[in-house]
């Protein structure tokens, strides 16, 4: 099993790297992507890290989950990325996982995504999921699409994606494991 974590400038680093420790433990292999032209990438709280891969550099077709964090202006960076958005549509329309947490469900929501879905995100950004059934809901999945509300349910969010790419048992091995309850 493999994921992809899109990074972008302004990202939440929270949701991004709480998300790729979750399913490293549960031995998924997670990279994190740049879609800029550098791996140094700057989170919204001004902590730069260093990511696995450069978008424009190799294919990024091959994974089971793509994973778009949120975070200000992250999520506005993810959505104006048109290779991004293209490689989002073409993973749903494989019926393969994409997953979106805090304000980055939007992008879903604008790429009509969400319609008929039950779907979640940060809260006051809920015009945004076009077409969805909002819940209120920590973490929400609905077919081939997972959403969560923020940072604060980042564990949880990757112990659903976890679940999804695994099974019930390994989930919560992982998430005995590392003491998220």
């Known amino acids: 099993m493999k994921s992809y974590v899109f990074l ?11 998300t790729v420790d979750v399913l490293r433990r549960g031995k998924i292999n997670t990279l994190t992507v740049s879609i800029s032209d550098s791996l140094q990438v700057t989170a919204s709280n001004q902590t730069t890290v260093i990511a696995d891969l450069l978008f424009d550099k190799q294919p990024l077709d091959d994974a089971d989950l793509i994973v778009l964090p949120g ?10 990325y048109q290779p991004l958005l ?16 805090c304000a980055a469900p939007t992008i879903f929501g604008k790429l009509g995504l969400l319609n008929g879905k039950h779907a979640v995100c940060y809260p006051g950004m809920e015009e945004g ?7 209120n809901q920590g973490v929400v999945r609905d077919g081939n699409i997972i959403t969560a509300k923020g940072m604060g349910v980042s564990q949880h969010f990757g112990v659903a994606l976890l679940e999804a790419l695994t099974d019930r048992d390994t989930a919560q091995q992982v998430a005995r494991a590392a003491i998220i309850s």
């Open 71 to 80: 975070g200000m202006p992250g999520t506005i960076n993810l959505g104006k």
């Open 86 to 101: 293209d490689l989002v549509l073409q993973y749903h329309q494989k019926g393969k996982l994409i997953a979106a947490i």
């Open 8 to 18: 972008a400038e302004g990202f939440e680093i929270t949701e991004a790297l709480a």
């Open 129 to 135: 999921l076009t077409g969805a059934i909002v819940t």
